[in-house]
């Protein structure tokens, strides 16, 4: 059964920093494309920053130079390190599985992603 938990989100001053974890269970992470992806309420889902079987990252336009993805195999571990946050970065935040095993996923659109956590809420203030 595929699991995973996102934790590391709270509540910041802007300017502020987080690191959000996604440890992943039930399956063979390291043959999948991993994401992060974020959601208001009332708003749709969007994707935050991609990494692939590769450790080629894809990240947002508004978020490029603010947030760094990366991943830790050996510990079925995905992290997103965010700095410089700001109010309009508030939102739970999620990881997510590439649809297909072994396969690049180059891309932060949700729908080529499956299998998501529970989310891990992040509150900017200003």
């Known amino acids: 059964q595929v699991q995973l938990v996102e934790s590391g989100g709270g509540s910041v001053q802007a300017g502020g920093s987080l690191r959000l974890a996604c440890v992943s269970s039930g399956f063979t992470s390291s043959l999948y494309s991993m994401g992060w992806f974020r959601q208001t309420p009332g708003k749709e889902r969007e994707g935050v920053a991609v990494?692939?079987?590769?450790?080629?990252?894809t990240y947002a336009d508004s978020v490029k130079g603010r947030f760094t993805v990366s991943r830790d195999n050996a510990k079925n571990t995905l992290y997103l390190q965010m700095t410089d946050l700001k109010p309009d970065d508030t939102a739970m935040y999620y990881c997510?599985?590439?649809?297909?095993?072994?396969?690049?996923?180059?891309?932060?659109?949700?729908?080529?992603?499956?299998?998501w956590g529970q989310g891990t809420q992040v509150t900017v203030s200003s």
């Open positions: 990494i692939d079987l590769a450790g080629v990252t």
């Open positions: 997510s599985t590439g649809l297909q095993p072994r396969t690049n996923y180059r891309t932060v659109l949700p729908q080529h992603f499956a299998n």
